[in-house]
């Protein structure tokens, strides 16, 4: 169990700073919010941010759960032991300079690490940005708050886990935890895969990848995690130029992508070939698995429509056949120049009465395992998307049958509120075809993994 990291009683930070130019400032500042007992130790402070500070971690009265270390690299050994002599369980390592630096570097990291184990101790890092919860307000980086959610993520690079925090703070999807790695010199993606598959608050793993220290480990924690939990690899070093980088970036032997895809396949990992594919994925499992492959397209304009049918027919899904009788009700409160065949367009002037109706009909469908719901910029005077998402919403709440239903609002900040609505009642909402028919992809191919599609 590696709760101590995530729900712990006590933080210390050491390296703790009243420096806003140093990353203990940023740490200890954004530790300030946890509900836990949160220490600075500075060797030279008495008081770090109004808190008082301390000498040595040992000195602190309480007992404590977490050390965050952001001190010089010259002085992380001794931390590492002085967080061992007072019973700290986990430590994150946030100072750089150690196994991407090389060999020494790599012999330097083994001791930190045969120290921790002396002492029962677990590390995260060395050369990561931290970790975060944002159920239980810890976030233990120099980097902003991620926005609260139920996708797992870990990053092996810091710098692009943080650009993908800000990234989706400003998109408004959320993570339940953050965790950088770093150079993953003790705590690693099994590690965590192992955890998270238990973790209630996490729907879905994300991974960001370079390389992996033992494959046999990983695939055999995968196997078991991903019959728990959908997890969404997207693997960085597919091509030679790029295996290079990721050995000079995190001391990973990035290895031939082709093994690293057979092993994913093997484990029952989603593979993501961009980001916005990995987080269009791992968003998806808000929503209940589809019992089959057949999808039902609605939308106010056909053009995103057809889009979104080439999507998710190149991904193997299909378009389903819908009923007489479906096709006929829609045909009764529909204009007659709506299409009923799937996608139903059901043109411009479609008000959120008409989204209510149409979803309902098509979730009652005997035909449709899965429903997407489109809606462009609304021409017509006096609408917004509000009442759209208000009335794909209402469907779904009547219907309650178990369908999974995504949505794909593309009208920019016009549709921000219909998107907030949309995602408090668990249905991912995607602004482009080709995320919300990923984010199908992922649900499919899941429930195929867990059998509830049958081949």
């Given at each position: 169990?590696?709760?101590?990291?995530?729900?712990?009683?006590?933080?210390?930070?050491?390296?703790?700073?009243?420096?806003?130019?140093?990353?203990?400032?940023?740490?200890?500042?954004?530790?300030?919010?946890?509900?836990?007992?949160?220490?600075?130790?500075?060797?030279?402070?008495?008081?770090?941010?109004?808190?008082?500070?301390?000498?040595?971690?040992?000195?602190?009265?309480?007992?404590?759960?977490?050390?965050?270390?952001?001190?010089?690299?010259?002085?992380?050994?001794?931390?590492?032991?002085?967080?061992?002599?007072?019973?700290?369980?986990?430590?994150?390592?946030?100072?750089?300079?150690?196994?991407?630096?090389?060999?020494?570097?790599?012999?330097?990291?083994?001791?930190?690490?045969?120290?921790?184990?002396?002492?029962?101790?677990?590390?995260?890092?060395?050369?990561?940005?931290?970790?975060?919860?944002?159920?239980?307000?810890?976030?233990?980086?120099?980097?902003?708050?991620?926005?609260?959610?139920?996708?797992?993520?870990?990053?092996?690079?810091?710098?692009?886990?943080?650009?993908?925090?800000?990234?989706?703070?400003?998109?408004?999807?959320?993570?339940?935890?953050?965790?950088?790695?770093?150079?993953?010199?003790?705590?690693?993606?099994?590690?965590?895969?192992?955890?998270?598959?238990?973790?209630?608050?996490?729907?879905?793993?994300?991974?960001?990848?370079?390389?992996?220290?033992?494959?046999?480990?990983?695939?055999?924690?995968?196997?078991?995690?991903?019959?728990?939990?959908?997890?969404?690899?997207?693997k960085a070093g597919k091509s030679e130029s790029g295996a290079r980088a990721a050995s000079s970036h995190?001391?990973?032997?990035?290895?031939?992508?082709?093994?690293?895809?057979?092993?994913?396949?093997?484990?029952?990992?989603?593979?993501?070939?961009?980001?916005?594919?990995?987080?269009?994925?791992?968003?998806?499992?808000?929503?209940?698995?589809?019992?089959?492959?057949?999808?039902?397209?609605?939308?106010?304009?056909?053009?995103?429509?057809?889009?979104?049918?080439?999507?998710?027919?190149?991904?193997?899904?299909?378009?389903?056949?819908?009923?007489?009788?479906?096709?006929?009700?829609?045909r009764s409160f529909l204009p007659p120049m709506a299409a009923v065949k799937n996608p139903v367009d059901?043109?411009?002037?479609?008000?959120?009465?008409?989204?209510?109706?149409?979803?309902?009909?098509?979730?009652?469908?005997?035909?449709?395992?899965?429903?997407?719901?489109?809606?462009?910029?609304?021409?017509?005077?006096?609408?917004?998307?509000?009442?759209?998402?208000?009335?794909?919403?209402?469907?779904?709440?009547?219907?309650?049958?178990?369908?999974?239903?995504?949505?794909?609002?593309?009208?920019?900040?016009?549709?921000?509120?219909?998107?907030?609505?949309?995602?408090?009642?668990?249905?991912?909402?995607?602004?482009?075809?080709?995320?919300?028919?990923?984010?199908?992809?992922?649900?499919?191919?899941?429930?195929?993994?867990?059998?509830?599609?049958?081949?």
């Amino acid at each position: 169990m590696l709760d101590y990291f995530f729900t712990p009683k006590s933080v210390a930070v050491l390296g703790a700073s009243n420096d806003p130019l140093k990353l203990g400032y940023e740490v200890f500042k954004n530790l300030k919010e946890y509900g836990g007992k949160v220490y600075p130790v500075n060797i030279k402070e008495e008081v770090v941010q109004g808190v008082k500070a301390y000498k040595n971690v040992k000195e602190i009265p309480d007992d404590v759960d977490l050390a965050v270390i952001v001190v010089p690299k010259k002085f992380v050994k001794q931390s590492i032991i002085d967080c061992g002599e007072k019973g700290v369980k986990g430590a994150v390592v946030i100072t750089a300079g150690f196994g991407e630096t090389g060999e020494e570097g790599k012999k330097e990291e083994r001791e930190l690490v045969e120290i921790a184990h002396k002492y029962g101790m677990r590390i995260i890092g060395p050369n990561c940005v931290g970790i975060m919860d944002t159920h239980s307000n810890l976030n233990a980086t120099f980097i902003m708050k991620a926005k609260k959610g139920s996708v797992a993520f870990i990053s092996q690079s810091g710098a692009l886990g943080a650009g993908i925090v800000y990234k989706t703070i400003k998109e408004d999807i959320g993570f339940s935890k953050f965790i950088s790695v770093g150079n993953m010199s003790d705590v690693d993606f099994a590690d965590l895969m192992e955890y998270l598959a238990d973790d209630e608050n996490s729907k879905a793993i994300a991974l960001y990848i370079e390389g992996i220290k033992d494959g046999k480990r990983f695939m055999e924690i995968a196997k078991k995690a991903s019959k728990k939990k959908p997890i969404i690899a997207l693997k960085a070093g597919k091509s030679e130029s790029g295996a290079r980088a990721a050995s000079s970036h995190t001391g990973s032997l990035a290895g031939s992508y082709a093994i690293y895809e057979a092993a994913f396949k093997q484990s029952g990992i989603l593979v993501a070939n961009t980001i916005d594919e990995m987080l269009s994925m791992a968003r998806a499992f808000t929503q209940p698995l589809p019992k089959g492959k057949r999808v039902a397209i609605m939308t106010n304009a056909g053009g995103p429509g057809v889009l979104t049918a080439d999507e998710i027919d190149k991904r193997g899904l299909k378009l389903a056949n819908l009923k007489e009788e479906t096709m006929e009700k829609l045909r009764s409160f529909l204009p007659p120049m709506a299409a009923v065949k799937n996608p139903v367009d059901m043109i411009a002037s479609a008000r959120g009465e008409e989204y209510y109706k149409t979803a309902k009909l098509l979730l009652e469908d005997d035909n449709v395992d899965m429903l997407i719901a489109i809606c462009v910029v609304p021409t017509f005077a006096g609408m917004t998307p509000t009442e759209h998402a208000e009335g794909v919403i209402r469907a779904v709440k009547e219907v309650n049958n178990g369908k999974p239903v995504l949505a794909l609002f593309m009208a920019g900040y016009v549709s921000e509120k219909a998107k907030e609505l949309l995602e408090k009642e668990g249905i991912p909402a995607y602004e482009r075809p080709e995320d919300v028919g990923v984010a199908a992809y992922a649900l499919a191919e899941f429930a195929k993994a867990k059998g509830v599609i049958k081949e």
